[in-house]
């Protein structure tokens, strides 16, 4: 059973400080990635570029296991008030900074325990989760290949959460995060002046009684028991108060947990749009920019994992809960592999962490990312024993 040591601890902290005041958006992670090669490289390493992204392996011949990191932040000015907070307008509220210390901490632990491995255990620092694309880019990459991954491991911290102590695994079986879905709905009216409104087609009426119908789909249309969301967050149209719009553009976000579901939702949102638009004399394009369906875990490893952790963590650190909300890219991955999706607690609500993730005062709990990088080591070296 590994412990990481109080070296070790200080490191990673270390290191999570580092990568915050990093904090980079997208595929655009220049500083942020020449930190990590470098660390990876002090480590012992020769860590590849693959996707926007980085990997390396430990351990050689039998079975591969993926750890899996996100390293992107978000684009939003930091509040978080920390010596060490971010200072160019873009801010790691998502915690990302944290997992990229924590693997990297494994990186390190792994290394020296290289001889004892059952088999192989790769590495992928991952871009662009927050654009949903980091993780599409890398398995595109080939990151799931040479050596062939048998199965996948992703952790994340929760904060703000009435649960989230420090230290303490969320885990959950089944659907662990839903899936998410953009769609773009563009009105097409016909512009007229005010005073003539029979000359025209008011794309912004249209478009009113669209949001209104799209309501009803997950109070009417959709089992009360399902986690379902369908919200109209953004609606651009029309140029001046006595005019009539021609042309009014909506953005939708559509949320749910199964996949004849969200097939489901996706479909009717046309229907309606383009129904609704046809009955008032308009027309309605409707475009699905980017999408992911909904992450679901393994159950046999989810099992297995309770199983490991509870042999080397207190049973109140071990805790099984429903699903998040929100949708995660690591999805990807869990499509190709047997794969789990874990949340690590970094500070409860109750103890004075009451900004959740993406809110840019977001502070964590750093004692949780030393245990964060335990589970990851430990998670590796079981697995690889027992397969």
């Known amino acids: 059973m590994f412990h990481a040591s109080d070296e070790l601890k200080r490191e990673i902290i270390s290191n999570r400080r580092e990568l915050h005041r990093r904090a980079e ?6 500083e942020t990635r020449s930190f990590i090669l470098r660390k990876l490289r002090e480590y012992g390493y020769e860590p590849v570029e693959m996707g926007g992204g980085i990997t390396c392996t430990v351990g050689e011949g039998g079975k591969t296991i993926l750890l899996r990191a996100d390293i992107d932040a978000l684009p939003m000015k930091e509040e978080s008030g920390l010596e060490f907070a971010c200072a160019d307008g873009n801010c790691h509220s998502c915690g990302h900074d944290c997992h990229g210390a924590m693997l990297l901490g494994a990186a390190k632990a792994l290394k020296g325990m290289e001889k004892e491995l059952k088999g192989t255990v790769k590495f992928m620092f991952q871009p662009a989760e927050e654009l949903l694309g980091g993780a599409a880019a890398m398995v595109e990459a080939g990151i799931l290949e040479n050596p062939r991954v048998d199965a996948a491991f992703g952790l994340h911290v929760s904060v703000g959460r009435e649960d989230s102590y420090p230290g303490t695994l969320l885990c959950t079986h089944g ?6 879905d953009a769609i773009k709905i563009t009105v097409k009216g016909k512009d007229a002046h005010g005073s003539q409104p029979q000359l025209g087609v008011d794309a912004i009426s249209v478009a009113a009684r669209i949001v209104v119908a799209l309501e009803e789909l997950t109070a009417k249309e959709i089992p009360t028991k399902e986690d379902t969301v369908v919200l109209v967050g953004k609606i651009v149209g029309g140029t001046t108060c006595n005019t009539m719009a021609g ?9 749910t947990q199964g996949h004849e579901e969200r097939a489901y939702l996706k479909r009717r949102v046309k229907e309606i749009a383009q129904g609704i638009a046809a009955a008032f004399r308009a027309e309605a394009e409707v475009e699905y920019q980017y999408g992911m369906p909904p992450l679901v875990n393994d159950e046999a490893m989810m099992n ?10 207190p049973a109140d650190q071990v805790r ?3 699903k998040e909300g929100g949708c995660e890219d690591f999805t990807v991955v869990c499509e190709k592999v047997p794969a789990i999706f874990v949340m690590l607690g970094a500070g409860a609500r109750g103890d004075g962490y009451v900004h959740a993730m993406h809110h840019p005062a977001m502070r964590v709990d750093e004692n949780a990312l030393p245990v964060g990088t335990e589970v990851y080591v430990n ?9």
């Open 25 to 30: 958006i997208g595929f655009d992670l220049p």
């Open 304 to 313: 297995e994992f309770l199983g490991y952790m509870r042999e080397i963590m």
């Open 320 to 322: 099984e809960v429903p």
């Open 175 to 180: 659907t662990m995060n839903n899936s998410g």
């Open 379 to 387: 998670y590796a070296v079981r697995w690889l024993e027992e397969h």
């Open 247 to 255: 042309e009014t553009v909506m953005e939708i976000s559509v949320r």
